[in-house]
């Protein structure tokens, strides 16, 4: 069964940065539109970024949550069939379990599933 993969999580200091990357755990099946999401303890899940599908040679429309607006970037190859989450100047605030949730189309079919990665924590220390 396919799955969303993802790594690149850690922990680092008030200012640093971390990338973080997602693809399907069988290359057959091919990301469409994409969104990174987090959970801190004790909180709901929020939408951090998210890129649309729009081709393979085209990068994508994004949209980011005001919180992350000018430190986060979101990001797709579509060629490696990978999505990213660059996030630079972290704070305290953004620590939390980061998710994957993308839909994906396997090859030489028309379906197309919705899926969510396993999360990646993220620490950011002051």
């Known amino acids: 069964q396919v799955q969303l993969v993802e790594s690149g999580g850690g922990m680092v200091q008030a200012g640093g940065s971390l990338t973080l990357s997602c693809t399907t755990s069988l290359s057959r099946y091919k990301l469409r539109d994409a969104g990174w999401y987090r959970q801190a303890p004790g909180k709901q899940r929020e939408v951090v970024a998210s890129?649309?599908?729009?081709?393979?040679?085209?990068?994508?429309?994004?949209v980011y949550a005001d919180s992350v607006k000018g430190r986060f970037t979101v990001s797709r190859d579509n060629s490696k069939n990978m999505v990213y989450l660059q996030m630079n100047a972290l704070k305290p605030e953004d620590t939390g379990v980061y998710y994957c949730n993308a839909q994906a189309v396997r090859m030489f079919s028309s379906s197309i599933s919705d899926y969510w990665g396993q999360g990646t924590q993220v620490t950011v220390s002051s």
């Open positions: 890129i649309s599908y729009r081709g393979l040679n085209y990068p994508g429309e994004t």
